[in-house]
């Protein structure tokens, strides 16, 4: 088996698309908007996906007040300092880092403009 996809209940899914998209490289491999928004997202390897959805039915999480090691989004990245920069100039908010582990991974935990926690990771020995 393999993951297909990972889900998240948001209040704006055409909003959260959108950014995904523009800043994260995100593509819409599948979308609606009735009855409800929804979108299937993929990342840049086209094989990993997440759907973004805004169900009325459903409640939204509070993530911006969940600690963002319960819950994120990490993101292979080369250039963690320098994209760190780009989020916040986008809306996002730092929690912590750039810093560099013992190990030699450099890691980096911000949160979206919806409080959705993203990590941007550059591994010292790629794992994916």
Not at 31 to 44: H, I, R, S
Not at 94 to 106: A, C, F, I, K, Y
Request: with cysteine; hydrophobic share 45%; aromatic share 10%.
């Amino acid at each position: 088996m393999k993951i297909e996809h990972f889900a998240y209940q948001v209040n704006d899914a055409t909003a959260v698309a959108e950014w995904y998209g523009e800043q994260l490289g995100f593509t819409v491999k599948r979308g609606q908007e009735t009855p409800f928004p929804v979108y299937f997202l993929a990342d840049e390897s086209g094989a990993v996906m997440i759907e973004i959805y805004s169900n009325p039915d459903v409640q939204t999480p509070d993530y911006a007040s969940m600690d963002p090691l319960i819950l994120h989004l990490a993101f292979v990245c080369a250039a963690v300092p320098e994209t760190v920069q780009r989020l916040e100039a986008a809306g996002a908010i730092l929690v912590s880092g750039p810093e560099t582990m013992p190990d030699g991974d450099q890691l980096a935990m911000l949160r979206d403009p919806w409080g959705l926690a993203i990590q941007l990771c550059h591994r010292a020995e790629s794992m994916v």
